[in-house]
């Protein structure tokens, strides 16, 4: 490492090599900042910075009482990507195989559309849509969010509501009224977690979200758009691809 290095990468680049090699395995303490300050001879400030980049690399986790210590690996969960148009059924199966006991709360309500669902929506202009939030728990874990956009159909109830049981999609809806859904349509990216999503999905420094963009359409319609937003560290995402042959 080079001399004009910050000092505190010294301690970072040595724990976590510590940690990578398992000398310090999950779950193992790390050292409080006096004992760095005596062991690496740096400052106060060196070994709270060193602690701090730890962290957000998703390395140590701080616990009240306790000080940090090294993160455990965390197991990956599927997370099933298919064309149900209900993400309640799709995530409850795929809580049903991890032996887990999925639930949710929603909200739905009238909301100005942002300009990217203005634009995925094909609105022309902002309007108001129905936008719901939902929490997606398992074993009373939030492990999803998930918001939903639909355009207003003439005579839809314009009310806000709330609940804890399966709310049918405006792709469900459509379908089951005699409008085909033909086709949807995917984008994943990665991404820093915003703080409220931080604190909804309770994700420790350092780890990213996958944010799932869905849309359904019906012939040159997008009837529903979606926003899902999972932890990166407890999901991999499964797709299955039809053949072309």
Do not use: C
Request: charge should be neutral; aromatic fraction near 6%.
């Amino acid at each position: 490492m080079a001399n004009s290095d910050p000092v505190y990468l010294r301690v970072v680049e040595d724990i976590r090599r510590q940690i990578i090699d398992g000398t310090l395995p999950p779950g193992a303490p790390i050292p409080s900042r006096h004992q760095i300050t005596r062991k690496y001879s740096v400052g106060e400030t060196a070994a709270r910075h060193a602690l701090r980049v730890l962290a957000q690399e998703g390395l140590i986790i701080s616990r009240v009482g306790s000080g940090h210590r090294v993160r455990e690996k965390p197991i990956l969960l599927p997370l099933h990507r298919g064309r149900s148009p209900e993400p309640h059924t799709a995530f409850a199966s795929d809580m049903h195989a991890g032996g887990r006991h999925p639930s949710w709360s929603w909200r739905s309500e009238l909301a100005d559309a942002p300009p990217d669902i203005v634009h995925r929506l094909r609105l022309g202009e902002s309007g108001p849509v129905m936008r719901t939030r939902h929490i997606f728990r398992g074993d009373g874990r939030p492990l999803q969010l998930l918001t939903t956009y639909e355009p207003i159909e003439p005579g839809q109830g314009q009310g806000a509501e709330e609940g804890t049981y399966e709310r049918r999609s405006a792709a469900f809806r459509l379908a089951a009224s005699g409008t085909p859904i033909t086709e949807i349509s995917e984008a994943v990216h990665v991404r820093v977690p915003q703080p409220t999503e931080s604190d909804l999905l309770e994700l420790p420094a350092g780890v990213q979200v996958l944010q799932i963009e869905r849309t359904y359409w019906s012939g040159d319609r997008p009837v529903e758009t979606s926003d899902a937003v999972v932890p990166g560290d407890r999901f991999r995402l499964v797709y299955g691809i039809p053949s072309p042959l």
